[in-house]
């Protein structure tokens, strides 16, 4: 069975703070590693990853995939308020049903 | 307007009732997919449609049925709903796996269900 695992779930820092999420996956067939943002409402498309080592940035938010460890991260830099929502991590792989196996996510609070 | 809707957007039913969830997209995208999210669970894929008249099973398909007569549309069944179906479903749509890069779903505002 696909497996998905984000740490920390919760995560609280102070506006301006640097914070790096989580993202840990037991899949057969890796094919892509997906991060979502989800405010309020639906998740919405941050980055794919699908081979090692290669950055993914955009603005402030950035993500790197290691395959050999099994696992990527998410850094967000000189953080702001409107930065706080659950960020989900998913994996889709070539086994199995064709949707994504999402992590519970990690939610994370910018306090002013 | 383009994207993906989905109707309604809040509903209370009871148990034992039939309820359908609509999905709609204008994107043309090949694969559709209905996601639920509870606290604790995370997002589960329900069920799947690789295009027009083909689904198939996710990880949480009891007591739901979809089908897919056209591309756009998806809808979602509870036949017989439960307390336990209370939850916010999300359809989502993606080209699915024509290429690696094409994996991404983009997807609908939700749909929060309520079974007394």
């Known amino acids: 069975e696909d497996k998905v695992v984000q740490s920390p779930l919760s995560l609280v820092v102070h506006e301006g703070d640097t914070v790096t999420l989580n993202c840990s996956y037991e899949v057969t067939n890796f094919r892509s590693l997906l991060w979502y943002k989800q405010e309020k409402k639906a998740p919405t498309f941050l980055f794919m990853l699908t081979s090692s080592g290669i950055e993914k940035k955009s603005g402030r938010l950035s993500s790197i995939l290691d395959k050999k460890e099994l696992f990527s991260i998410l850094n967000i830099t000189a953080t702001q308020t409107g930065d706080s929502a659950v960020y989900l991590c998913?994996?889709?792989?070539?086994?199995?049903?064709?949707?994504?196996?999402f992590g519970k996510g990690t939610h994370l609070i910018i306090q002013p | 307007d383009a994207g993906i809707t989905q109707s309604p957007r809040y509903k209370i039913t009871e148990t034992g009732r039939q309820v359908t969830l609509m999905c709609h997209q204008t994107?043309?995208?090949?694969?559709m997919f209905w996601y639920r999210q509870d606290l604790g669970h995370g997002l589960r894929l329900i069920y799947y449609s690789a295009a027009a008249d083909i689904t198939d099973k996710g990880e949480v398909p009891d007591g739901y049925v979809v089908s897919r007569s056209k591309t756009e549309n998806f809808p979602l069944t509870l036949e017989s709903a439960t307390r336990s179906q209370t939850s916010v479903y999300f359809c989502?749509?993606?080209?699915?796996?024509?290429?690696?890069?094409?994996?991404?779903?983009?997807f609908g505002p939700g749909t929060r269900l309520t079974v007394l």
């Open positions: 998913a994996v889709y792989s070539g086994g199995g049903a064709d949707g994504l196996t």
């Open positions: 989502a749509s993606g080209l699915g796996q024509v290429r690696p890069h094409t994996d991404t779903q983009y």
């Open positions: 994107w043309s995208h090949s694969y």
